[in-house]
């Protein structure tokens, strides 16, 4: 038993090292309450150096009365108001364009209160930062807006919708945050709100030891999992099932392949089968 611990534990300590931006679980906590992080990720996407944030929250829950409800990644608002939904989307099916609508539409929906203005709504951002360039024109960024056709003018609705591209290797700013976002040596990272932040939860053994004990537990709960199927089969399903709870946590197949001896092919391979990539 103490024998399994601890390789839970050395298995835990190898994915925490190799976590970055870019992975769900590790990004939310990186910039859980951190309006500096936030602010200088917005400051180079919107080129506005000057752009203050004032408050941010993950995991933020939008209900919706009649159908589905979301849950922002990360949910912030600036000193002037604007609100910004950014969503970190290492697969291309969870940055769908239908997506990116939903989201923008909810967090008008949680904007106003019963009978107030329509003039109140706020200017809105929903930001993609995906893992590929999922509109694949090689960009680093996508604006979309709604514009009048037959003018073709901007409508002015101030709704945004932004997609980054995250294997752009550009040497502008973009590219130097798009490196960072890939980057697991915060050593190499280039913004310092965003080296200190991930120098901390990857130093810290206060903060390491947290991270340890969360995946520690969903490795337990998963390995539970299989053992309660049956010994043959079960261990099968169950590694299985473990191998895309790391997936669907945002852990890179190149991790998973070296933590549980597979090719990098055929991690992808079952995470494309499932659904998760």
């Known amino acids: 038993m103490a024998d399994r611990e601890e390789s839970r534990h050395q298995r835990a300590l190898q994915i925490v090292k190799r976590f970055r931006l870019m992975d769900d679980d590790f990004m939310k906590h990186c910039l859980r309450d951190n309006t500096a992080a936030v602010a200088c990720i917005l400051q180079i996407i919107m080129k506005k150096p000057d752009l203050r944030v004032l408050s941010v929250v993950v995991e933020d829950t939008i209900p919706s ?3 589905r409800g979301i849950r922002l990644d990360v949910h912030a608002t600036d000193a002037q108001q604007r609100e910004y939904d950014i969503e970190i989307q290492r697969s291309d099916k ?3 364009r239908k997506r990116a609508r939903f989201n923008s539409s909810l967090l008008d929906q949680d904007s106003l209160s019963s009978g ?3 003039g109140k709504l706020p200017e809105t951002y929903v930001i ?8 694949e024109h090689g960009l680093p960024l996508y604006h979309i807006e709604r514009i009048v056709t037959e003018l073709q003018q901007p409508f002015g609705d101030e709704e945004h ?3 980054v591209n995250g294997t752009y290797e550009g040497a502008d700013e973009i590219g ?10 915060y050593r190499q990272m280039h913004f310092s709100a965003l080296r200190e932040t991930v120098q901390h939860y990857k130093e810290n053994p206060e903060e390491v030891s947290n991270m340890c ?8 709960e998963e390995h539970a999992d299989g053992v309660s199927q049956g010994l043959s089969q079960g261990e099968k399903n169950g590694e299985n099932k473990t191998i895309l709870a790391m997936l669907k946590h945002g852990m890179p197949a190149e991790t998973i392949a070296q933590i549980v001896g597979w090719t990098n092919e055929k991690v992808r391979e079952l995470g494309r089968l499932n659904g998760v990539l």
């Open 161 to 163: 919708i932004i997609y």
């Open 94 to 96: 969870g940055a769908g």
């Open 128 to 135: 993609f930062i995906t893992e590929n360039d999922v509109l």
């Open 116 to 118: 107030e203005d329509w």
């Open 176 to 185: 130097q945050l798009m490196s960072d976002f890939r980057s697991r040596d």
């Open 65 to 67: 009365l009649h159908g």
């Open 213 to 220: 004990r969360e995946i520690e537990d969903w490795l337990k």
